[in-house]
């Protein structure tokens, strides 16, 4: 007897840095959860059917890398879906090369075509409120968002979510006590803003979750130490926080909706 088994509609994978990966919203235990992970719940939740899901993102990567390390790997692994940010480690940068950004994401808007894969291009928040020399980075992200809507906005073969135009999730309840990562409450945004794009509406309460506790925010000297400092070092050694990394979910893992792990 021949058993028929039935692939999911959606093949979804996220590439790209710490805010793919997830960092800011770890969980308990530990483990880095964060938008993309939310988005494939929601989805499937919202289809009500299993979907397909991988995240090749790794901390502190560039946006060089991130294409040349994990888009071959992501398209090869045969998605229906693949969501792309990255650009914003270049933008720390003093020299950050805007042009070269830009035509990283069109080499990754044109691979996505040919392959036939859905794109889902996404800009980071905007923390720069908080930031030191949060000014000239609040410039150069308005820069490459600006681009981005421009070059790729029209397409009709990519599906684009700019949180960076976001102005409630640039305020200070949705930002690590590092004041550069997103929190569990701007993860769960982000994750509502995407599933929105998507048509799957989002648990209302994911616009802006109630947090159980709000984490202390230092300030002074000890946010330097605790935060600006070891970034800085990094920078002087040529390291990088993903140093060491592997993927979380390199492979496809299947994402039930709650309806059926309920039962």
């Known amino acids: 007897m021949s058993i028929t088994i039935h692939a999911p509609s959606v093949r979804y994978i996220a590439i790209g840095d710490s805010f793919s990966e997830g960092v800011?919203?770890?969980?308990?235990?530990?483990?880095?959860?964060?938008?993309?992970d939310l988005a494939a719940q929601g989805w499937a939740d919202a289809l009500g059917e299993p979907i397909?899901?991988?995240n090749l993102a790794i901390r502190g990567k560039l946006v060089g890398p991130i294409v040349r390390e994990q888009l071959d790997a992501?398209?090869?692994?045969?998605?229906?879906?693949?969501?792309?940010?990255?650009?914003?480690n270049?933008?720390?940068?003093?020299?950050?090369d805007l042009e070269g950004i830009l035509a990283l994401v069109g080499e990754v808007v044109e691979r996505c075509a040919r392959e036939?894969?859905?794109?889902?291009?996404?800009?980071?928040g905007n923390p720069c409120a908080r930031l030191p020399l949060g000014?000239?980075?609040?410039e150069r992200g308005d820069v490459l968002a600006h681009a981005i809507e421009d070059r790729f906005g029209d397409r009709p073969d990519l599906l684009l979510s700019q949180n960076w135009f976001d102005a409630t999730l640039a305020t200070a309840p949705f930002w690590s006590a590092d004041r550069l990562h997103m929190n569990t409450r701007g993860?769960?945004?982000?994750?509502a803003r995407l599933l929105d794009r998507l048509g799957a509406a989002p648990p209302e309460e994911w616009w802006n979750i109630d947090l159980a506790e709000a984490e202390h925010e230092l300030r002074g000297a000890a946010y330097y130490r605790t935060h600006v400092g070891p970034w800085l070092k990094r920078r002087l050694t040529g390291t990088s926080s993903g140093d060491g990394r592997t993927a979380k979910h390199p492979r496809w893992i299947d994402v039930a909706p709650m309806s059926e792990l309920a039962r």
Do not use: C, K
């Open 52 to 54: 397909a899901y991988a």
């Open 135 to 138: 000014r000239r980075i609040q």
């Open 90 to 96: 270049d933008m720390l940068r003093p020299r950050a």
């Open 74 to 88: 992501a398209l090869a692994l045969g998605p229906t879906h693949l969501s792309f940010n990255g650009g914003g």
């Open 116 to 124: 036939g894969v859905q794109l889902i291009l996404l800009s980071g």
């Open 24 to 36: 800011g919203d770890e969980l308990p235990d530990g483990f880095v959860r964060g938008w993309a």
């Open 187 to 191: 993860h769960h945004r982000v994750a």
